[in-house]
T-cell receptor, first 115, second 112 residues
Framework: DSGVTQTPKHLITATGQRVTLRCSPR?????VYWYQQSLDQGLQFLIQ???????AKGNILERFSAQQFPDLHSELNLSSLELGDSALYFC??????????????FGSGTRLTVV | LAKTTQPISMDSYEGQEVNITCSHNNIATNDYITWYQQFPSQGPRFIIQGYKTKVTNEVASLFIPADRKSSTLSLPRVSLSDTAVYYCLVGDSGAGSYQLTFGKGTKLSVIP
């Protein structure tokens, strides 16, 4: 157990639907990062939050959005789902700013299947 | 983060030592070299980090030559459970809260 909790582990939904993925960071970590990993693809950075505020955006589609709540958990909302959105979605957390490349902790991911 | 180049894939038999080399010609003075490991259907996990010479922990060793333009991750006596993708990342360990940028990594397949 890495300390980063992602729910649900698996999700199957139909095209056009909307889903919410949840991430609880490791205790004390203020930063949350979302990544998407499609089949045989690398990890693509989507978005980062730090202590409730959006800090950086990567290759995140307009149909996707995220937020980080006061208790520091984060949710990634995916809407108008397409077949190509099927992927593993990972959340990572990190403690204070400047904690270094070694300090990222990833969850076990949510596998989203769009049918 | 500095650009890195590593082999796409490697095969090894159980019990052998595996060395994965990463090139990072544009490494900056303040940059550290960090390796993550990702098992199938799991999130990446940190395995080792170094700045120069050699670093060893219970999982792996990291060899960094004097010019720091490359590094070698060494896995001693691999087993089937070492089958994973290994990512090399180079960046300033004390920098701000930027996102990790993963390349394709090296897919290591351990054969019985």
């Amino acid at each position: 157990d890495s300390g980063v909790t992602q729910t649900p582990k698996h999700l199957i939904t139909a095209t056009g639907q909307r889903v919410t993925l949840r991430c609880s960071p490791r205790s004390g970590d203020l930063s949350v990062y979302w990544y998407q990993q499609s089949l045989d693809q690398g990890l693509q950075f989507l978005i980062q939050y730090y202590n409730g505020e959006e800090r950086a955006k990567g290759n995140i589609l307009e149909r996707f959005s995220a937020q980080q709540f006061p208790d520091l958990h984060s949710e990634l909302n995916l809407s108008s789902l397409e077949l190509g959105d099927s992927a593993l979605y990972f959340c990572a957390s990190k403690p204070i700013v400047g904690a270094g490349l070694s300090s990222y902790t990833f969850g076990s991911g949510t596998r989203l299947t769009v049918v | 983060l500095a650009k890195t180049t590593q082999p796409i894939s490697m095969d090894s038999y159980e019990g052998q030592e595996v060395n994965i080399t990463c090139s990072h010609n544009n490494i900056a003075t303040n940059d550290y070299i960090t390796w993550y490991q990702q098992f199938p259907s799991q999130g990446p996990r940190f395995i080792i980090q170094g700045y120069k010479t050699k670093v060893t922990n219970e999982v792996a060793s990291l060899f960094i030559p004097a010019d720091r333009k490359s590094s070698t991750l060494s896995l001693p006596r691999v087993s089937l459970s070492d089958t994973a993708v290994y990512y090399c990342l180079v960046g300033d360990s004390g920098a701000g809260s930027y996102q990790l940028t993963f390349g394709k990594g090296t897919k290591l397949s351990v054969i019985p």
